[in-house]
């Protein structure tokens, strides 16, 4: 049972006498870009006029030109808690929104049904059809788990009928126990399997794929989270398709030096996922899990390895608000984050984290104008958007052997080794 909608809303807020937070290993640069990005962006929309401006409740809207940037928790704790209902899963019934819904959002307490936007349709192509059988033989075949199939995606149907899956690695059962995630858990999993890495280069070349990517459960049961497993599975993979693009999506290795190991594999992209914004980090990911060191993690990969994109996601619905959410993205951009995405949270099953509000597409598309706008390299959000979606892959493919064509093309080799 989670704690009283007051205490819930005092995590993460600094206040008078609060400690100060946990320094990364940068801080001075990081404090720096975040400071210059609150600026230009209260420069830029002093009376709260902008494409999110519309989405804010009126007194909110009102009061983000006297302090656009101001911690939300004072301001949640004026809110009463609504009685619990019967039915709530791991946040106990209790709201966790500090404001009552923006103006476009539909409260998902008086809504439960998810509305039109995210029913998801077949798409009714028998080519579709047919890769992804194909796609769902070749990964029982090779006893591979999916993060599509663990964690109940809804874009299964569109990303393996396009011949793209998210491979999760160390197994199918994690040490941690997030409240919105339905992957299997334990504290003591199955040990890992050290023919994976071999295997999953195999399954990889067999689809014929340009562009892949990992993930993985947490494993804070091994020395160093997985991290080794994860890089042989890189270099297993380079090694077999030395032009494929590797994407993977990374634990936090409990603020080690895991996530660095992963890039010196050669991976092309490095995925660390935030998930939520600051105030709601205790509520909704493990304890062992917060915003300071996934930000660290992601800032420590882009300060050792400045050419590898760093990419995160956070989930809408669980309870933020809008003057969160732009804060969130601000400390992104500031932490030199390259890529974000935006999707709708979806409760897997009746023992998860409750919906607080369903998010419309309108408001994705806002984020979307608005985060290009603070300069991320690529931006992507909708209901459906999640952190490894097939849309985004091809855009990230495109970016990456553009970069490397320009490199070659500088340097004076041929563009044709750019696709290496």
Request: glycine content about 10%.
């Amino acid at each position: 049972m989670l704690r009283s909608i007051a205490a819930a809303a005092a995590i993460g807020r600094a206040g008078p006498g609060a400690p100060p937070p946990r320094r990364l290993a940068s801080t001075g640069a990081y404090g720096a870009r975040l400071v210059a990005l609150r600026q230009q962006l209260a420069e830029d929309d002093p009376d709260g006029d902008s494409s999110i401006g519309a989405f804010l409740p009126a007194a909110d809207n009102a009061n983000r030109s006297a302090a656009p940037f101001s911690t939300f928790g004072a301001a949640a704790e004026t809110v009463a808690a609504p009685p619990a209902d019967a039915d709530g899963g791991a946040n106990g019934g209790r709201r966790l929104s500090p404001t009552a819904p923006a103006s476009d959002r539909v409260d998902a307490y008086a809504q439960p049904r998810k509305p039109d936007w995210l029913r998801v349709r077949p798409a009714g192509d028998p080519a579709a059809a047919t890769e992804y059988n194909r796609l769902r033989s070749t990964v029982r075949a090779a006893g591979l788990a999916t993060v599509c199939e663990e964690a109940r995606c809804p874009n299964i149907g569109e990303c393996w009928g396009g011949g793209t899956a998210t491979i999760m690695l160390m197994g199918d059962t994690c040490t941690r126990g997030c409240r919105f995630c339905s992957i299997k858990t334990s504290r003591a999993p199955p040990p890992l399997d050290p023919g994976e890495p071999a295997a999953t280069a195999a399954s990889v070349a067999s689809w014929g794929l340009k562009y892949v990517v990992l993930t993985s459960v947490d494993r804070d049961d091994l020395p160093d989270g997985g991290a080794a497993h994860i890089a042989a599975t890189v270099r297993a993979l380079k090694a077999a398709q030395p032009d494929l693009l590797v994407e993977a999506l990374v634990p936090d290795f409990g603020g080690s030096g895991g996530a660095e190991a992963v890039v010196e594999a050669g991976v092309d992209v490095l995925a660390h996922n935030v998930e939520t914004v600051p105030r709601l980090q205790r509520a909704v990911r493990d304890r062992r899990a917060n915003w300071e060191q996934s930000i660290e993690v992601l800032e420590r990969v882009k300060a050792a390895s400045p050419g590898v994109l760093t990419k995160t996601s956070i989930m809408l619905g669980v309870g933020e608000s809008v003057a969160e959410v732009r804060d969130a993205l601000t400390r992104l951009r500031a932490a030199d984050v390259d890529v974000v995405t935006l999707g709708q949270y979806l409760r897997p099953t009746p023992k998860h984290l409750k919906v607080e509000e369903w998010v419309p597409p309108s408001e994705f598309d806002a984020w979307v104008r608005e985060a290009e706008a603070m300069g991320f390299a690529y931006a992507a959000g909708g209901p459906l958007v999640r952190s490894s979606y097939r849309a985004g892959e091809l855009f990230l493919e495109h970016l990456i052997r553009g970069r490397r064509a320009t490199a070659m093309s500088e340097r004076g080799t041929p563009a044709v080794a750019a696709a290496a």
